[in-house]
């Protein structure tokens, strides 16, 4: 996403995250940096789950409609 595409949601955020980024502004550099880092780990992990999630919704309706029957683990 370009700088112009989110733009648009600088005025929507939430008065919480206002909140953290102005605590993140009495950071270090290096303590900004390392918060950085730790969000985008976390964004990643989100768009990761949000795939992964999408894919195996989009598996077990293909089962559905093709009339597979569900396998089991064994447990």
């Known amino acids: 996403m370009s700088f112009e595409d989110s733009s648009r949601y600088i005025d929507t ?3 919480l995250l ?3 980024i102005e605590r993140l502004r009495e950071m270090s ?3 900004q940096d390392a918060f ?3 969000l985008n780990r976390e964004f990643l992990a989100d768009e990761q789950w949000m795939r992964s999630t ?3 919704a989009e598996w077990w309706e293909q ?3 093709s009339g597979a029957a569900p396998t089991t683990s064994g447990y």
């Open 13 to 15: 955020m939430t008065p």
């Open 18 to 20: 206002e909140e953290a």
């Open 36 to 38: 950085a880092r730790l």
């Open 54 to 56: 999408a894919q195996n």
């Open 29 to 31: 550099p290096e303590r």
């Open 63 to 65: 089962r559905r409609v």
